[in-house]
């Protein structure tokens, strides 16, 4: 399984950021898959997720900002963030289940500048 996360940068408040996850080596449309983000200094936490049906969930920090969805025939999620905030400052990383084992993409880099 391979999960290859791009998009991240620097965006100034307000600002808007669209980030990509292709995945390989999973039966990407029956898998339920995420983006979750780490601050420095803090634990990862869950920013959205978008289940094989399209059903969506977010955490509340970023519900109305950010948008998660998914191109099954490129095998890919898409996050993506506007109004961005300097507390939205993480690496998001991309994930998914498979069997009871967690698999992350690499992180990409988000920072916001206020």
């Known amino acids: 399984v391979q999960l290859q996360a791009s998009g991240g940068g620097l965006v100034q408040t307000g600002g808007s950021l669209r980030l990509s996850c292709k995945a390989s080596?999973?039966?990407?449309?029956?898998?339920?898959m995420g983006w979750y983000r780490q601050a420095p200094g803090k634990q990862r936490e869950l920013v959205a997720t978008v289940t094989s049906g399209a059903a969506t969930n977010y955490a509340d920090s970023v519900k109305g900002r950010f948008t998660i969805s998914r191109d099954n025939a490129k095998r890919t999620v898409y996050l993506q963030m506007n109004s961005l905030k300097p507390e939205d400052t993480a690496v998001y990383y991309c994930?998914?289940?498979?069997?009871?084992?967690?698999?992350w993409g690499q992180g990409t880099l988000v920072t916001v500048s206020s």
């Open positions: 994930n998914t289940r498979l069997r009871g084992y967690d698999y």
């Open positions: 080596g999973i039966n990407f449309a029956i898998n339920t």
